[in-house]
């Protein structure tokens, strides 16, 4: 029925730049391949409770090494990945117990704010230690690649953008509801059953709550591709933990080397972070990027950041430079923000991806 309404979803599997940015991610939506976090589980991993975080950090800097290996064995059936023992801990247990330990120095987004979630306190985002969802459906207004999406929206956010459009997610105008890792991983099994390409992962923001969607996709034992929908404002360490767990990374750059992530999101050194993580993701995993055009930010952040993707990612990444911008929440406190974009602003946001030589954008 789905296919009635976006028949681009359909045509999208025969689209060749399409599939030749997200490859893996098509074999693994069409159960062709195994998705990462199902591989990351059969990978045994040697620690204990009493080891040091230095001494985890080592060995899963050492098992990612493995970790690829494996996939690549897997993927190319070199391996049978049902004759895989299941290993009494493995390297998706150990991305686990890093992540436990993350939550008593909350270091899982750039702003690093240090507080003990495990013990009742809370940071910039205001996440506790239990996840907390707002909605669960089959999203499909997604890019025609992820439609119908199992769309998860957690509340929660490590950004502060005045004009965020699901301002009642991010900044907890709601109160969700409590969800154990265990129920949750019932919610994917369901959507992936009800027939959605993907777990789209997404809030708010999905980085505060990295330990339990680890915790959470333990208990999932169903092959669907999982897709880190995420703004990019997340530390090196969770960078490190995404790789063998995102299938794809959906990322928004938001904005270009100056002030306006400051400015407008209180986001300082977002091109920093955002440009590692993108480098970060490449190298893990496959990726789609978003950027969404605001008024006025054709000069200083469309054209640096679709000139970086197409000079460090390469011409062929996939892009998604999106018109969808209508203030929402506290963008009257930016005047550029009050309005939509014109009609040439569209037009010259499409020429800028053109003369920085991107092939594989969309709108
Ligand atoms: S995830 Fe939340 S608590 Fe943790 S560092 Fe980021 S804003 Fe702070």
């Not at 045994?44 to 950090?57: G, N």
């Not at 909605?135 to 929206?153: A, D, K, N, W």
């Not at 998604?320 to 923000?337: D, S």
Request: charged residues 30%; proline residues 4%.
């Amino acid at each position: 029925m789905w296919a009635v309404w976006r028949p681009d979803a359909i045509a999208v599997l025969k689209d060749k730049k399409a599939k030749a940015s997200l490859a893996r991610y098509f074999d693994v939506m069409q159960n062709s391949k195994i998705a990462k976090f199902l591989i990351a589980k059969k990978l045994p991993a040697e620690f204990s409770e009493k080891s040091t975080l230095e001494e985890l950090w080592k060995l899963h800097e050492e098992l990612t090494q493995e970790y690829y290996k494996l996939e690549r064995k897997v993927d190319s059936k070199q391996v049978s990945f049902k004759q895989l023992e299941t290993p009494k801990r493995s390297y998706f247990d150990l991305k686990i117990e890093i992540a436990k330990r993350i939550m008593e120095n909350c270091h899982f987004c750039a702003r690093r704010c240090g507080v003990n979630r495990l013990a009742g306190k809370v940071g910039y985002c205001r996440c506790g230690s239990s996840i907390k969802v707002s909605t669960i459906f089959e999203h499909m207004g997604e890019e025609p690649e992820l439609v119908p999406s199992g769309t998860i929206f957690t509340l929660g956010c490590t950004m502060r953008c005045l004009h965020c459009q699901n301002w009642s997610i991010s900044q907890w105008y709601e109160s969700g509801t409590e969800y154990s890792p265990e129920d949750l991983a019932l919610e994917v099994e369901r959507l992936r059953k009800s027939g959605c390409r993907n777990a789209n992962l997404v809030g708010g923001e999905p980085t505060p709550w990295l330990w339990l969607w680890l915790e959470t996709f333990k208990h999932v034992n169903v092959n669907i591709p999982v897709v880190w929908n995420s703004n990019s404002y997340y530390s090196e360490e969770t960078a490190k933990l995404l790789a063998g767990f995102a299938d794809v990374y959906l990322l928004d750059f938001k904005y270009g080397p100056g002030e306006c992530s400051k400015r407008i999101s209180d986001a300082p050194k977002y091109w920093e972070v955002c440009t590692r993580n993108h480098k970060l993701a490449k190298e893990f995993g496959e990726l789609i990027i978003r950027v969404l055009v605001l008024p006025e930010h054709l000069e200083c952040c469309v054209r640096p950041i679709l000139n970086w993707i197409a000079n460090e990612l390469g011409a062929s990444t996939r892009t998604n430079v999106m018109f969808q911008y209508r203030p929402e929440w506290r963008a009257h406190e930016i005047p550029e923000l009050r309005r939509r974009l014109t009609r040439a602003e569209m037009e010259k946001a499409i020429e800028i991806a053109k003369e920085a030589g991107l092939t594989n954008f969309i709108t």
